[in-house]
C-alpha cells in the first residue's frame, strides 16, 4: 500500500491536485495535435515497434558492432554490469582526470544508479544543468516526472528556492525572470566545464555514434567546453542505422512535448581534437528483463513519458508516490523486476483503462503488462493480505453460480439496512473516498426471467 | 570481463528473432509547398525566417547587422578554418551573432543540419546569443526520414539538428526563449 499511501498525501490538497492533472492533460493534448499531423501515425508506431524488437532480439550482434565502430572513431567505451561499476567508471574517469566538477544534463539512467550522491560523498560537485533537474536538485528531491522532472513545483516554491540559492530577486516568481537566472548561473559552470556528462537517446549501430535531444541546449554547452564528455547509456538504447534513428525522431518528441522535433538534436560521433569522449554501457538487470517471456518489451521504452501524462493515476497520485526513478506506467513494469517485493504495488497502481498503450510510440502493451505483473505478485506471494483475502472471496464466490445468487441477494438488502461504520470502515478501502452507488431492487437475472416471461 | 558477462547473459536471454522491418512510406498532413511548410514549423519553434531571391541578398542582410554593431562570425566569409576565431570563443559576452551555412532543412518540423566543417568549433553555434543559418531553398526536404539519407554522420565527429533558439517550460509549462543556448534563431532564405 506504500503508492496508495504516497498518493492520498498527494490527494490531500485537492486544488493542486487538479493543477497538476491538468498541467500534464495539457502535454498530453500537445501531444494529440501533432501526431494528427502525421497520417500515418499507426504505421510510423508499428515500424517504431518491430525496429526496437528485431534489435532486441538482436541485441549482442548490434551491441558489439557498436562497440567496434565507436572504438574505430575514438570513443573510449567502458562496460558496467550495475550501478556499483557504473558509478566506479564515472569516478575512475574524475580521479584520473584529477577534476572535482562534474557538468551533467538530463540523465534518468545516472538517477537509476544513484551516481549524484554517490560522487557527492567522495567529494565532487555535482552540477545538474538541465533547469528541471537543477531545481529539484537545489531542491533536494528527486525528479517527479521523467522528462518534466520539476513538473510538481509550483514557480513560487522555484522562485523561493532561486531567492536562497541564486539571490534572485524576493518575490519574483516570473518563469523567464527565473529562467534568466539559471542561464547567467550555469553559464559560469558550462564555461569552467573541465569534465560534463550527458545520457544518450539513440546509440546507433552502424556508425559508433550516439545521439542526444535536448531543447535548452545545456547537453551541447556542457560538453563542447570540457575537455572530457562521458555519456551513460543502456544497453536497450542501440539501434541498427540512421534510418532507424529516423523513425524514432519523428515519434520521440512528438509524444514527449508536443513538438516535431527537439530544439537540438546532437550526434556525437567522434571527440573533438585533443579531447575525450567515455562511453559507458550499462547492464544493470536489463538483460535478464529481456528473458521474461511476458515483459521483455517494455525494454523497447524510448523514455519520452507519454504514458506518465495520459495516466489518471499519475496524473493524480504524482511522480514521487511511486517511490522509483521511472513513475508511473512505465515505471510500474519496469520496477517489479527490479524487486518484486519492494514494488509489488505498484502493478495495481493503475485502472488498467490502457490510454497509456495508446499513446506509446513503441506501442508497448503497458497495461496488459500491469495485469500479468499482478498474476506475478500473486505468484511470488507478495500479495497484500487485504487484497489476497479479498481475491480470494472473490473468487470462491463467482466460481459458485449458487452462492453468487445468494451473495447478491443478501448484499443488496445488507446494503440498505446497515449502518455506515459497517459499510465505510478500515476494511474497505476503496469507500475511503468513494460511496457506493445506492443498490438496485433486484438482479439483473431476477428482471430478466421477470420481463421474459412478460413478453 | 564485464563486457562478456552482459553480452553472455544477453545471448542466453534474447527473445526469438524478429527481421527487421523495410523502410515504409508515412504521409503527413499540411503543406504541399514545402519551403512554405518548413517556413510554418521554423517559425512554430521559434525561428524568424527570412526570404531572400539571392545569396548576395542575405549576404547583405549580415553586413547590416556588422554595421549596427553586432560581432558577427561569419562561416559564409571564413571557410578556410577557425584560425582567427578561437580568442573570440573565450569570452561569451564578445559573440553577438553566429552564422553557419546549413546542408540541409526539413519540413516536417522545421529543423537545419549541420556539422562541424560548418563552423570548426562545435560550441560555437550554442553560445552565440544570435545563431543565423543561411540554408539554400532547393535543401528542403519533406520529413526527417528522407533527411537522414542525405546526411552524412561520418563527415565529421559532430553533427545537429537544430530548431530554432534553445527553449525551456521547466517553470510550470510556461515556455522560455533563451534557455542555455542562443536567444535569437534566424534562418535566411536563398
Known sequence: MKHARAAREFLSNGPRTEWHSQALWYVRQKRDVQKDEIRDWEDLREQASVIKEHTLSNLDQYLEEFETKALKNGIHVHWAVNAKEHNNIVLEILQQAGVRKLVKSKSMLTEECHLNPFLMDKGIDVIESDLGERIIQFADQDPSHIVLPAIHLKKEEVGKLFEKKLNTESGNY?????????????????????????????????????????????????????????????????????????????????????????????????????????????????????????????????????CLNTCPVYRRSGGHSYGYTIPGPIGSILTPRVDLKQYSDLPFASSLCGSCTDVCPVKIEIHEQLYQWR???????????????????????????????????????ALKISPRFLIYNRMNPWGRSRDLPAPPKQSFQEWYRENRSKS | MSKAEILN??????????????PRKIKIEGNKDLIRAFADKATGAGSQVENFDSLDKAEAWIRQQEKNGKSVIDFLQHLEGKDGFLPLTDDTDKVDMVVIRGQLGVAENGAVWIDEHDMFIRKLPFLTIHLVLVLEKAKILPDLQKAYKQVDLERSGFGVFIAGPSKTADIEQALVIGAHGPIEHTILLY
Open chain 1, 174 to 306: 516570473d518563469p523567464t525572470y527565473l529562467t534568466g537566472a539559471a542561464r547567467k548561473h550555469l553559464r559560469e559552470h558550462f564555461v569552467s566545464a573541465e569534465v560534463a556528462m550527458t545520457g544518450v537517446n539513440f546509440a546507433i549501430a552502424e556508425s559508433g555514434g550516439f545521439a542526444v535531444c535536448t531543447n535548452e541546449g545545456n547537453a551541447d554547452m556542457g560538453v563542447h567546453h570540457a575537455k572530457i564528455h562521458i555519456a551513460s547509456m543502456g544497453i536497450e538504447k542501440v539501434i541498427p542505422g540512421k534510418d532507424q534513428l529516423a523513425v524514432f525522431l519523428r515519434l520521440l518528441a512528438r509524444s514527449a512535448t508536443g513538438q516535431p522535433i527537439t530544439t537540438y538534436t546532437s550526434h556525437f560521433q567522434k571527440p573533438a581534437e585533443g579531447k575525450e569522449i567515455h562511453l559507458i554501457i550499462v547492464d544493470n538487470g536489463r538483460s535478464e528483463h529481456l528473458g521474461k517471456d511476458k515483459f521483455w518489451r517494455a525494454l523497447k521504452c524510448i523514455r519520452c513519458g507519454a
Open chain 1, 375 to 413: 498474476q506475478e505478485v500473486y505468484e511470488q506471494k507478495q500479495l497484500s493480505g487485504t487484497k489476497k483475502l479479498g481475491l480470494k472471496v472473490m473468487g470462491r464466490v463467482l466460481a459458485r453460480p449458487r452462492l453468487y445468487h445468494r451473495s447478491g441477494k443478501f448484499a443488496r438488502k
Open chain 2, 9 to 22: 547473459s544477453i545471448s542466453k536471454n534474447k527473445p526469438t528473432p524478429v527481421d527487421l522491418p523495410a
